[in-house]
């Protein structure tokens, strides 16, 4: 069975789009923890990243480290990594940026206009 971002990664299920290629998609997290949290995810479907072909945990990483580097510069805020692996069966990478209100567990409720705002300054 396809994990939800497969789903997304096929085009089922829509997404805020920042960023793809042919082997990594990026998309703001419905449930962030701040306010432009990212998950990057490689378009093969694995668990575990330590799973993914050398081909493509080099391009999840190469795209991370993009990614990651332009949210500082658009944001103008340090830019968090996490990888967890435990909330979707499918490998991805969480970037956040830097919030000196954050707190375990919180997530925010954003509108719609402010996840499209966001997206539009983070999209490549």
Do not use: N
Not at 49 to 55: A, S, V
Not at 77 to 95: E, F, S, Y
């Amino acid at each position: 069975m396809a994990s939800v971002f497969s789903k997304i990664i096929a085009g089922e299920i829509p997404c805020y789009k920042i960023y793809e290629d042919e082997k990594v998609l990026a998309f703001l997290d419905i449930h962030p923890e701040t306010k432009g949290h990212t998950l990057v995810i490689p378009k093969v479907e694995v668990d575990k990243i330590y799973d993914l072909p050398e081909e493509d945990y080099q391009a999840l990483f190469a795209a991370v480290k993009k990614i990651a580097a332009h949210m500082d510069e658009v944001l103008g805020r340090r830019t968090l990594m996490k990888v967890i692996g435990t909330d979707v069966p499918h490998a991805h990478v969480h970037l956040m940026p830097q919030d000196d209100t954050w707190e375990y567990g919180r997530t925010l409720e954003l509108s719609s206009e402010e996840m499209e705002e966001i997206r539009q300054k983070l999209a490549f």
